[in-house]
């Protein structure tokens, strides 16, 4: 009488210890299967991912240049960062010198950069050429541009453009112009690979809408000067929000909206 009922209860035990590893064997099976496709559509979507490399250059000097003022080549303008003041005009705005679609200036040193970047871009592919759709933009030409559309267009005193710092680049084919499909042409994935180089930076990165405040815009750049844009280039670092530790500027702020 007590041998069979221990049997039983061994029995028990044996196919209850079996029955928790069937089920753990298929957890960690199901748990493999959970996790991995959200990884895989974070990757896809372009998420914000850790930054590749963030130890700065020992000689970089953070300080350099202002990020608060208009005229420093370093601003920093975005959805909570309007110019300041708000109807700032630049002091040395030259017409740029590369082709454009219509006249248009920038500022000086900008406007050098861009000539090199041109020639330098030109001397690797011979038939090809950059041309400006669009660069310094007045706070009262920005009042006619912005069309309320808060992804695409920034609202008057919130443009990089009235800087006098960015530039909207284009093909000399014509095609793709201020479309997304500007970054897959030869002129925009060279800009994108090459224009830190001449102190320019892609301003409005993909899948950063929610630090930048803007969509992916391929044909947007916007002068900071070699040295920055380098130091942005060798971290890793798409953003100037992210580089100087601004807060993300998704939407105009309950004042600016
Ligand atoms: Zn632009």
């Known amino acids: ?35 991995h496709p959200p990884s895989t559509a974070t990757a896809s979507t372009g998420s914000v991912r850790p930054q590749a490399d963030p ?21 920093v303008v975005d959805k909570l960062r309007p110019l300041n003041p708000i109807g700032y005009i630049p002091p040395d705005l030259v017409h740029v010198s590369i082709a454009s679609t219509f006249s248009t200036t920038l500022r000086r040193e900008a406007n ?37 559309d808060y992804n695409l267009t920034a ?22 112009s201020i479309y997304e499909c500007f ?26 809408q929610n630090v930048t405040g803007f969509q992916y815009e391929p044909w947007h750049f916007r002068y900071v000067g070699v040295e920055l844009a380098t130091e942005m280039h060798n971290r890793g670092i798409k953003t100037l929000e992210q580089f100087f530790g601004l807060p993300n500027a998704p939407k105009y702020n309950r004042w600016g909206h």
């Open 112 to 148: 050098s950069a861009l000539v090199t970047m041109q020639a330098a871009f030109k001397r690797s592919h011979t038939s090809y050429g950059l041309v400006v759709h669009s660069a310094y933009r007045s706070y009262k030409t920005q009042q006619a541009v912005w069309d309320g």
């Open 155 to 176: 609202k008057p005193g919130y443009s990089e453009h009235q800087t006098g710092w960015a530039v909207d680049l284009g093909a000399k084919s014509g095609k793709c």
């Open 55 to 75: 130890t700065p250059t020992p000689t970089f000097d953070m300080r350099k240049y202002t990020i608060n003022s208009p005229a420093s080549r370093w601003v």
């Open 183 to 208: 970054g897959a042409l030869t002129e925009g994935v060279w800009l994108a690979a090459n224009s830190y180089k001449y102190g320019f930076i892609l301003r409005y990165p993909k899948g950063m």
């Open 1 to 35: 009488m007590s041998s069979r009922p221990l049997r039983q209860r061994s029995g028990f035990w044996w196919a209850l210890f079996a029955a928790i590893v069937i089920v753990g064997a298929g957890a960690s099976f199901i748990g493999i299967s959970v996790v």
